[in-house]
């Protein structure tokens, strides 16, 4: 039922790229990604809703690719404010009441 | 504008005392609620979510309770608290989705709880 996050953690200098991966076996209807700084609570990035989509905010982008069963958190020269745990998210199908988490990736952006 | 309120932000429990942690929502009519439930250093759990009044689906079998007396307001409570019961609690709300599933969730500040 919930998403599979990959990896658990990246490490990474300012201005280096990285991915976060979110999969699942079935069909997703939609995927959200939220970023969790330390202490405080998830807050909301991006939603995307079709496959094949992508969509962007500031240098964080994200795909969802045609099968909906994989979506990818791009994170572009990043910065320190980038730093935080990642989760994707996503309705369960045929209930979309319940909403699942995804493990999260904690990213770590380093001077 | 919407807000979501929760409280107390921390709080000390030993094993066994009673728990209340309430959310309540303004701005915003029948919203779906959620608690989730983070351990440290872990993901978010589904613990409860509701449609409407008195309307309550549990994901996990636990000794938590959830109850939504007003179209607002959810709480989250235990007789008699366990040492695994230990996390940061949030509550969330989103529109009622039906048929739809694009409500991003707003979530509430959280409620850290240590149970000795």
């Known amino acids: 039922q919930q998403p599979v996050q990959s990896p658990q953690a990246v490490i990474l200098r300012e201005g280096e790229d990285a991915v976060i991966n979110c999969s699942s076996s079935k069909a997703l209807y939609s995927v959200h990604w939220y970023r969790q700084k330390h202490g405080e609570a998830p807050v909301f990035l991006m939603i995307?809703?079709?496959?094949?989509e992508q969509k962007g905010h500031e240098k964080i982008s994200a795909s969802f690719n045609e099968k909906k069963q994989q979506s990818s958190l791009y994170l572009t020269a990043s910065q320190l404010s980038y730093s935080g745990t990642y989760f994707c998210?996503?309705?369960?199908?045929?209930?979309?009441?319940?909403?699942?988490f995804g493990s999260g990736t904690k990213l770590n952006v380093k001077p | 504008s919407q807000t979501i309120h929760q409280w107390p932000a921390t709080l000390v429990q030993p094993v066994g005392s009673p728990l209340s942690l309430e959310c309540t929502v303004e701005g915003t009519s029948n919203p779906n609620l959620y608690w989730y439930r983070q351990a440290a250093g872990r993901g978010l759990q589904l613990l409860f979510y509701s449609v409407g009044i008195g309307q309550i689906s549990s994901e996990v079998p636990q000794n938590l309770s959830a109850s939504r007396p007003q179209d607002r307001q959810f709480i989250l409570s235990s007789k008699k608290l366990l040492l695994s019961d230990s996390g940061f609690y949030l509550c969330a709300w989103r529109e009622t989705s039906g048929r739809t599933n694009t409500g991003e969730l707003f979530f509430g500040e959280g409620s850290r709880l240590t149970v000795l």
């Open positions: 995307l809703l079709k496959g094949g």
């Open positions: 998210g996503t309705p369960r199908a045929y209930n979309f009441n319940k909403f699942y």
